[in-house]
């Protein structure tokens, strides 16, 4: 779709924006004083991540956050989605905060708000400090505390100019993948014992919205959780069954306690895999359940669930970790897959966001997408990425969610505010390295050269459009 087209249907006043994380784009992991995060640690061990690669430099954004910035700049953003690295804050994750680390955020804030974009920043986006995760990481109640402290120096550093923030990202991905499947940091695959890391991190959540608050910062406060609606891929009561519990895995142990306060009531042969959440006090969930500014929302992709484990669709890591859980991932053979492999059914987006405004009615604030995009072969041939598959997911899943959003639409009672694009440019993704290009901008890692891709320009135009 022609970006001018899908302007007409972007509500006033609508924020778009660019999201990155620090791990994966910034690089200079030894310099100024920052300390190890358990993600520099596991892409040490041999065979984590694909060809072995590692953040070292990624896309050295630490020391090209001029040319990254006009590159924003001359997109024309509204936002800019940013994570802080809490070990080069806080190196040891303890009490000593590290000045150099702190003043490189201080100065990206100052450069964005001189620009006219405005600061999202996350306080978590995975690289826990790594002497918290020798310590046990998120099954180590003491990492929620250390996460409060954190936010409470970066609400006192920078809480009279960031505009936006997010706790977290994405606790269900860390507990899923870094602590039940094992192939993200840390690599515990604990499948679901690993159930205690996601109530750490909620914890973290609740104080750290507490800690900035206490701060007297001036900008609103929100999470990040990532929403996969679920199907089962057949009328069976045992892929129903499985479908139910990969839908509480992913979606409804993070957003309901945010939400409403409450792990979500599994009873029957489920209950037992909750236990140890459902007996979790009410002081915590009183403590989790802060009020919220906004609800960030990432969104990828549905899953259609399958009763029994054995062979895994897919050809990722993860796909195939799953085997050993008592259900798997089947394929949507109708849809077109992106390089990963995520199937693309933008009617799923519009899906998603019902289901939020369903299961949490009134008690959802206001809402931004906080990540979409989509990895692609992309190829740079004669200084240009044609990447028409990026444009047609991106027009793809705006039109649906501008469509749910809509007066009269499934979705209409959501206030949704924002859109953050993932991501502004290629980096290194996590457990596949450089193997996966999400960016707006190519990225040659050999070079470190940044070329606009198609998709740049498109949503350029579409947000020049919308105004
Ligand atoms: C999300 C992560 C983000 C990126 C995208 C592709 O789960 O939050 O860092 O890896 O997926």
Redesign the pocket.
């Known amino acids: 779709m022609e970006a001018e087209e899908l302007a007409l249907r972007v509500p006033k006043g609508f924020r778009f924006g660019v999201a990155t994380?620090a791990f994966?784009i910034e690089g200079a992991v030894r310099e100024d004083g920052r300390g190890l995060s358990g993600w520099d640690d596991f892409t040490r061990q041999p065979g984590r991540i694909l060809n072995g690669d590692t953040a070292d430099t990624a896309d050295d954004h630490y020391h090209r956050v001029a040319e990254d910035l006009t590159l924003m700049k001359r997109l024309g953003v509204d936002a800019y989605r940013f994570s802080i690295s809490w070990p080069r804050v806080i190196p040891d994750g303890g009490h000593r905060v590290n000045a150099a680390g702190l003043a490189f955020y201080d100065r990206l804030v100052d450069q964005l708000l001189e620009a006219g974009i405005s600061p999202t920043a996350t306080l978590y986006?995975?690289d826990t400090p790594l002497p918290l995760e020798q310590a046990g990481g998120w099954l180590n109640r003491n990492t929620a505390e250390r996460l409060a402290e954190y936010a409470s120096v970066l609400g006192s550093a920078l809480g009279d100019r960031v505009d936006q923030w997010i706790t977290l990202?994405?606790p269900a991905?860390v507990t899923l993948l870094g602590y039940g499947l094992g192939v993200h940091a840390p690599g515990k695959a604990l499948l679901f014992d690993g159930l205690p890391s996601a109530h750490h991190q909620l914890l973290a959540h609740g104080l750290a919205a507490q800690a900035l608050r206490a701060a007297g910062v001036k900008g609103g406060i929100g999470v990040?959780n990532?929403h996969m609606p679920v199907v089962p891929a057949s009328d069976s009561a045992e892929d129903a069954l499985f479908a139910q519990l990969f839908d509480l895995l992913q979606n409804r142990i993070y957003a309901d306690p945010v939400l409403l306060g409450h792990y979500p009531e599994v009873s029957g042969p489920l209950a037992e895999i909750f236990a140890a959440l459902s007996e979790q006090s009410a002081e915590d969930l009183a403590i989790i359940h802060q009020p919220l500014d906004f609800y960030g929302l990432?969104y990828?992709a549905p899953a259609k669930i399958a009763a029994g484990g054995g062979i895994a669709t897919g050809n990722s890591e993860e796909a195939a970790a799953m085997s050993g859980l008592p259900f798997r991932l089947e394929s949507w053979p109708d849809h077109p897959v992106t390089a990963?492999d995520w199937p693309v059914v933008p009617e799923y987006f519009g899906v998603a966001l019902t289901e939020q405004v369903e299961r949490y009615g009134q008690a959802l604030p206001p809402v931004y997408i906080t990540?979409n995009?989509t990895?692609c072969f992309d190829q740079l041939a004669d200084g240009e990425v044609a990447d028409q598959a990026r444009i047609d997911y991106l027009a793809g899943h705006l039109a649906a969610a501008f469509e749910a959003t809509a007066p009269g639409g499934p979705a209409s009672a959501m206030d949704l505010r924002g859109y953050y694009c993932?991501?502004l440019l290629d980096n290194f993704?996590?457990a596949a390295g450089y193997s996966?290009r999400?960016g707006l901008v190519y990225v040659d890692f050999e070079t470190l050269t940044r070329t606009p891709k198609k998709s740049y320009d498109w949503y350029r135009r579409l947000i020049a459009a919308s105004r």
Do not use: I
Request: no cysteine; net charge negative; proline share 0%.
């Open positions: 994380a994966q986006h995975w990202n994405e991905t990040t990532v990432n990828y990963f990540e995009g990895s993932w991501s993704e996590w996966q999400f």
